[in-house]
């Protein structure tokens, strides 16, 4: 499904800026008959297709277009094929390559040590295994994590919890419940507490106004327009992981 918009968009950044932001070249069609901003991928050129109102600034297109980067990733996800959690793997944890190591008489549950994610019992579960492991990696880490950060802005968050939602990272609602995508424990920490940051900031504002802004910025730190950059550019990998 294609993503679609009405909105009006402007941005001060170059056209050439923005073009250099996607992951993969892009056309841009004005048309006398749109009535909203069109993106769609094609698979077969890798090329993302944009069209829009005659009306609508090339560079506001563009700055719309790149605002459906998680779109644009999950596309990217669907088009290129999977890779599974399986035996001699290589895959990050926590920004770091360990190689997983099946064993059938080891103990089934994987354990992580010396660049080795070591896992026994059948090999038919293997995928399995390892996936539910890092989900409790996941949590146990990330949980702290939003400790640490809603401490320091003085806020609580009534729950949290992973999952995998295939266009988002996190989420917050307006109960204060934070949900995070358990595949941001296979990235580096930077790029993870960036997330978790993010999320943290809107137990305060659910919006992403300057106040949003200022109080994200103070809770992560020095690093976070490369946190986020480096997101960008890991994402479509991490959503890859584990998927056949």
Not at 59 to 76: E, G, P, T, V, Y
Not at 146 to 170: C, H, I, K, L, P
Not at 183 to 199: G, N, Q, S, T
Request: glycine share 6%.
């Amino acid at each position: 499904m294609p993503a679609i918009s009405n909105i009006m968009w402007s941005t001060a950044r170059s056209e050439a800026a923005l073009l250099a932001a996607f992951p993969v070249p892009i056309e841009i069609r004005p048309l006398r008959t749109a009535r909203r901003l069109r993106l769609r991928f094609d698979e077969a050129s890798g090329i993302l297709k944009l069209t829009c109102p005659t009306r609508t600034s090339r560079r506001a297109a563009l700055a719309w277009a790149l605002d459906q980067r998680d779109w644009i990733d999950a596309q990217l996800v669907r088009a290129q094929p999977g890779e599974p959690f399986e035996a001699d793997a290589m895959i990050p944890i926590e920004g770091e390559l360990v190689r997983i190591v099946w064993d059938a008489a080891a103990r089934r549950t994987p354990v992580l040590a010396n660049g080795e994610l070591r896992v026994g019992g059948p090999e038919a579960g293997l995928a399995r295994r390892i996936e539910l492991f890092l989900k409790h990696r996941a949590l146990a880490v990330m949980s702290r994590d939003v400790a640490e950060y809603a401490a320091a802005a003085d806020v609580t968050a009534s729950s949290v919890g992973v999952g995998d939602a295939g266009t988002r990272w996190g989420s917050c609602s307006s109960r204060g419940r934070i949900r995070l995508s358990w595949r941001l424990i296979l990235a580096p920490p930077a790029v993870r507490r960036y997330v978790v940051a993010h999320e943290v900031a809107h137990l305060r504002h659910l919006d992403h106004g300057a106040s949003f802004k200022a109080l994200e910025a103070r809770l992560y730190g020095p690093g976070l327009a490369e946190a986020k950059a480096a997101l960008r550019r890991l994402g479509p990998r991490l959503r890859r992981l584990g998927r056949r």
